[in-house]
């Protein structure tokens, strides 16, 4: 009986002396960082965006998104937000922001240390080019026509013979770079013209004849 005791007394104070080690030895202590969703053509606040908060990988490339979210939240109407969270000063942390009427970035917005607290992140705007394409007499035939736009726009490709077609191309607020419309014949590339970005929340209209 005084053996159990003994043993049940032992098993007890070795579990206290683990969980008390594991406890000091954490290094992850409350903090929060704050900060306002920002148009960066504007400069206006963006209400209700989503932001997401990321521990990030040292050293990793900001692209590259295959952390888990530490937490999600939607912005307020003054595009404010706030996150507390458990954090490590030797760690480094990310914020995403995400709105339907921006563009879908896929690397993160703002990445930051522990000791941050205040930080304001930027949401790119959409603007479109409609280009118009006329195919003139005598008609091409054409394997494929692609419009090459940024890194926020992916290409577009019409896989179909046209004498008048419309694709829209979603565009960066940049106006000191162009889009470029490829024509495609036989594995033969043909630039058949080049248009300057429109600015930010602008439509550009453009017709080609080719």
Known sequence: ?????????WYFTFLFLILGCEK????????????????????????YAK???????????????????IDVQTAGEDG????????DRTNVYG?????????????????FRQHRTE?????????Y???????DPPFRMMDSIWIQSTTYAPDVKVLKSFIDTTVISPTTPNTSQATSLVLWKEGERTNIGSITFCPGHDTCSVTIRF
């Open 80 to 87: 404010t937000y706030r996150f507390d969270y458990r954090g």
């Open 51 to 69: 932001v997401t908060l990321y521990e990030l990988e040292d050293g990793e490339p900001s692209w590259f998104i295959f952390w888990d979210s």
């Open 24 to 47: 000091e030895s954490d290094p992850y202590e409350p903090a929060f960082v704050e900060g306002v969703v920002l148009d960066r053509v504007t400069d206006l606040p963006v209400p």
């Open 95 to 111: 914020l995403k922001v995400e709105h339907e009427k921006y563009y879908k970035q896929r690397e993160i917005s703002q990445s």
């Open 119 to 127: 930080i304001d992140v930027y949401a790119i705007p959409k603007s």
């Open 1 to 9: 009986m005084i053996k159990a005791k003994f043993t049940c007394l």
């Open 129 to 135: 080019l409609r280009v118009r394409m006329l195919d």
